[in-house]
T-cell receptor, first 114, second 115 residues
Framework: KAGVTQTPRYLIKTRGQQVTLSCSPI?????VSWYQQTPGQGLQFLFE???????NKGNFPGRFSGRQFSNSRSEMNVSTLELGDSALYLC?????????????FGPGTRLTVL | AQSVTQLDSQVPVFEEAPVELRCNYS??????LFWYVQYPNQGLQLLLK??????LVKGINGFEAEFNKSQTSFHLRKPSVHISDTAEYFC?????????????FGAGTRLFVKA
């Protein structure tokens, strides 16, 4: 089975712009979670989508949003970018219903905001 | 509410020495426990997991962990490390509720193996 894929791998934007990141989960996985990873804050949970619905949400401002399509692919959007949004954004998919919530991570998208 | 504490932010160790990375958790319900590893510029990958059964869990690359319910710990060990084990290690706790599985990650422990 193919793993979780994320595009693009690297992105450079300037303050005030918006960005969309994409994630394709492992085939058959319906749960997709997004995380922000920075050296200072570690791994922080953004949100989780399951069957096209946001099921869980972390503590991030409304500039961060996401969606999930019927094929379980997910996108996250960050509007009005700030310098502090520079981070590695990780997507993870999960085989809902078994394996105790094990998550399968993609390689991440490295976002740099100038 | 769940929480995960990784007691060491950095662990330097010489090659072929043993290592233990410590993880304590708190939760009011039954949990599932995981260790993930992250190599530079990559995502996280699963090292091992405890779902139920034997409290000693063996994972990939020679790592093992022991679930201790009374001490609410899930420490990761390896008897002899290699340079290639240099990476960041994350302990995670998951439980199942109305919103599906919820997973909390620790802050990570950076393992640095020296020659």
């Amino acid at each position: 089975k193919a793993g979780v894929t994320q595009t693009p791998r690297y992105l450079i934007k300037t303050r005030g712009q918006q960005v969309t990141l994409s994630c394709s989960p492992i085939s058959g996985h319906r749960s997709v979670s997004w995380y922000q990873q920075t050296p200072g804050q570690g791994l922080q949970f953004l949100f989780e989508y399951f069957s096209e619905t946001q099921r869980n949400k972390g503590n991030f401002p409304g500039r961060f949003s996401g969606r999930q399509f019927s094929n379980s692919r997910s996108e996250m959007n960050v509007s009005t970018l700030e310098l502090g949004d520079s981070a590695l954004y990780l997507c993870a998919s999960s085989p809902e219903g078994r394996e105790g919530g094990e998550q399968f991570f993609g390689p991440g998208t490295r976002l740099t905001v100038l | 509410a769940q929480s995960v504490t990784q007691l060491d932010s950095q662990v330097p160790v010489f090659e072929e020495a043993p290592v233990e990375l410590r993880c304590n958790y708190s939760s009011s319900v039954s949990v599932y426990l995981f260790w993930y590893v992250q190599y530079p510029n990559q995502g996280l990958q699963l090292l091992l997991k405890y779902l139920s059964g034997s409290t000693l869990v063996k994972g990939i690359n020679g790592f093992e962990a022991e679930f201790n319910k009374s001490q609410t710990s899930f420490h990761l060990r390896k008897p002899s490390v290699h340079i290639s084990d240099t990476a960041e290690y994350f302990c995670a706790v998951s439980d199942y509720g109305t919103g599906g599985f919820k997973t909390i990650f620790g802050a990570g422990t950076r393992l640095f193996v020296k020659a």
